[in-house]
C-alpha cells in the first residue's frame, strides 16, 4: 500500500497529498504526468527505476506547453523520486507517477497567471495489458488528438479524455486494446503505449509528427533494435491494413512494456502468435530493465544506496 507521496516540496504521508474541487487542473484538465517504472532485481536486493532522466526531461517538455514555470531540475526531480521511493521500501515492480498542475483554485479557463505544483507517488504494479504475449486489437472509432487541437506529443492531462474513450470502447466491445488514427487516418498509437510493426524483417512505427506521444520506450526499442539485433529501424506512416497483413505487431510503453498484438480487427497478425522479432525485444528488454545487460545499465538508476551506487550518482 502506498504511504507516502512528495507533495508542496516534500515527502509527506499520502493522507496528507489531497487537493481542492476547486483546484484549477481538476476543473480543466491543466496539467501534465509522467509514467516511470521501477524494477526489483531480487538477486541485487536493488530497484532500478528505467530512464529517470529522460521521463523528467519529458515531464518538464510537457510542462513547457502548458506554460509551466518550475524551480525544479530533472535531476531534482528524480532526486525527490528516490527519496519517495526509499521512504516507500518497495521490493516488487512498481510505478512512479509525478503530477505538474496549475494549483490555484479558482475559475477561468486559462494557463498564464497560474501556480504550477507538483506531486510524485508510487504504487506496485505488476502488468498493465494482461495479455501482454497476444493482445486482441481493433482499430477504434475515436481519432487521436491532433496536434491542432491538443498536442498528443506530451502527456497533457486533459487529452487522457481522449485515450480513455478508444480504450473503453475496446474493452467493452471484447477486446484487449484500442489502436487510434490520427486526422490523417494513419495510425497513430494504442490508447497508452506507441505502435511497431514488422515486415519482411523491417521494423516500422509510426513518425512523431503522426500525433504520438513522444514514448521514452518507443525510443528505447528504436535503440536496441538496431544495436543489438541490427534490425532497419524506419519511422514513416503506417495505414491501417499493413497490420493487417503485417508479419508481427507490438504495442510499447513504461505500463504495456512490450505487448504482442495477437489480432487487429478480427485478423491474425502473422500466425497470431508471439513473433520472433517481437520475443526478442521483450526479452531483452525485460534483461535490460532489470539490470541484467551491461550495455544499457547507464538507463538504470539504483534506488538503494550500496558503496558503488553511491559512486555512480545518477544517471539515466
Ligand atoms: N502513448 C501514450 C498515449 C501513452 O500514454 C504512453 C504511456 N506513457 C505511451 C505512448 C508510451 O510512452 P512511454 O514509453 O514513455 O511510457
Same mark, same amino acid.
Given at each position: 500500500?502506498?504511504?507516502f507521496? !512528495?507533495?508542496?516540496g516534500?515527502?509527506?504521508?499520502i493522507?496528507?497529498?489531497?487537493?481542492?474541487?476547486?483546484?484549477?487542473?481538476?476543473?480543466?484538465g491543466?496539467?501534465?504526468?509522467?509514467g516511470?517504472r521501477?524494477?526489483?532485481n531480487?538477486?541485487q536486493?536493488q530497484?532500478y527505476v528505467f530512464?529517470?532522466l529522460d521521463?523528467?526531461?519529458?515531464?518538464?517538455?510537457?510542462?513547457q506547453i502548458?506554460?509551466?514555470?518550475l524551480?525544479?531540475?530533472?535531476e531534482?526531480?528524480?532526486?525527490?523520486?528516490l527519496e519517495l521511493?526509499?521512504a516507500?521500501?518497495?521490493?516488487?515492480?512498481c510505478y512512479i507517477?509525478?503530477?505538474?498542475?496549475k494549483?490555484d483554485?479558482?475559475?477561468?479557463?486559462r494557463?498564464?497567471n497560474?501556480r504550477?505544483?507538483?506531486?510524485? !507517488?508510487?504504487?506496485?504494479m505488476g502488468?498493465?495489458?494482461p495479455?501482454?504475449?497476444?493482445a486482441?486489437?481493433?482499430?477504434?472509432?475515436?481519432?487521436?488528438?491532433?496536434?491542432?487541437?491538443?498536442p498528443a506529443r506530451g502527456?497533457?492531462i486533459g487529452?487522457y479524455?481522449n485515450?480513455a474513450?478508444?480504450?473503453?470502447e475496446a474493452?467493452?466491445n471484447g #477486446?484487449d486494446e484500442?489502436?487510434?488514427l490520427?486526422?490523417?487516418g494513419?495510425l497513430?498509437e494504442?490508447?497508452a503505449?506507441?505502435? #511497431?510493426?514488422v515486415?519482411?524483417?523491417?521494423?516500422?512505427?509510426?513518425?512523431?509528427?503522426?500525433?504520438v506521444?513522444?514514448?521514452?520506450t518507443?525510443r528505447t526499442?528504436?535503440?536496441?533494435a538496431?544495436?543489438?539485433?541490427?534490425?532497419?529501424?524506419?519511422?514513416?506512416?503506417?495505414?491501417?491494413t499493413e497490420l493487417?497483413?503485417?508479419d508481427?505487431a507490438f504495442?510499447c510503453?513504461?505500463?504495456a512494456?512490450?505487448?504482442?498484438l495477437?489480432?487487429?480487427d478480427h485478423?491474425?497478425v502473422g500466425?497470431?502468435k508471439l513473433?520472433?522479432?517481437?520475443k526478442?525485444l521483450?526479452?531483452l528488454?525485460?534483461r535490460?530493465?532489470?539490470?541484467?545487460?551491461s550495455?544499457?545499465?547507464?538507463?538504470l538508476?539504483?534506488?538503494?544506496?550500496?558503496?558503488?551506487?553511491?559512486?555512480e550518482g545518477?544517471?539515466?
Amino acid at each position: 500500500m502506498t504511504r507516502f507521496a !512528495f507533495f508542496n516540496g516534500a515527502i509527506r504521508p499520502i493522507e496528507e497529498a489531497r487537493i481542492s474541487v476547486m483546484t484549477h487542473a481538476f476543473n480543466y484538465g491543466t496539467g501534465c504526468f509522467g509514467g516511470l517504472r521501477g524494477y526489483w532485481n531480487a538477486d541485487q536486493r536493488q530497484l532500478y527505476v528505467f530512464r529517470i532522466l529522460d521521463h523528467y526531461r519529458r515531464f518538464l517538455d510537457s510542462g513547457q506547453i502548458l506554460l509551466a514555470h518550475l524551480d525544479y531540475s530533472p535531476e531534482d526531480l528524480a532526486a525527490f523520486t528516490l527519496e519517495l521511493l526509499r521512504a516507500e521500501g518497495w521490493q516488487e515492480d512498481c510505478y512512479i507517477r509525478p503530477l505538474l498542475y496549475k494549483a490555484d483554485e479558482t475559475i477561468g479557463v486559462r494557463l498564464h497567471n497560474l501556480r504550477d505544483a507538483v506531486t510524485i !507517488f508510487s504504487i506496485p504494479m505488476g502488468r498493465y495489458i494482461p495479455a501482454e504475449e497476444g493482445a486482441r486489437a481493433c482499430v477504434s472509432s475515436w481519432r487521436r488528438v491532433d496536434d491542432t487541437a491538443i498536442p498528443a506529443r506530451g502527456k497533457l492531462i486533459g487529452s487522457y479524455a481522449n485515450s480513455a474513450l478508444a480504450k473503453s470502447e475496446a474493452v467493452l466491445n471484447g #477486446f484487449d486494446e484500442a489502436l487510434v488514427l490520427n486526422q490523417d487516418g494513419h495510425l497513430a498509437e494504442g490508447s497508452a503505449a506507441n505502435l #511497431f510493426m514488422v515486415r519482411n524483417g523491417v521494423l516500422y512505427t509510426p513518425p512523431l509528427s503522426s500525433n504520438v506521444l513522444e514514448g521514452i520506450t518507443r525510443r528505447t526499442i528504436i535503440q536496441m533494435a538496431r544495436e543489438v539485433l541490427g534490425l532497419d529501424v524506419i519511422e514513416r506512416e503506417i495505414d491501417r491494413t499493413e497490420l493487417y497483413v503485417a508479419d508481427e505487431a507490438f504495442l510499447c510503453g513504461t505500463g504495456a512494456q512490450i505487448t504482442a498484438l495477437a489480432s487487429v480487427d478480427h485478423r491474425p497478425v502473422g500466425n497470431g502468435k508471439l513473433g520472433p522479432v517481437t520475443k526478442s525485444l521483450r526479452d531483452l528488454y525485460f534483461r535490460v530493465v532489470r539490470g541484467q545487460e551491461s550495455r544499457y545499465r547507464h538507463w538504470l538508476t539504483p534506488v538503494f544506496e550500496t558503496e558503488q551506487t553511491a559512486k555512480e550518482g545518477i544517471t539515466g
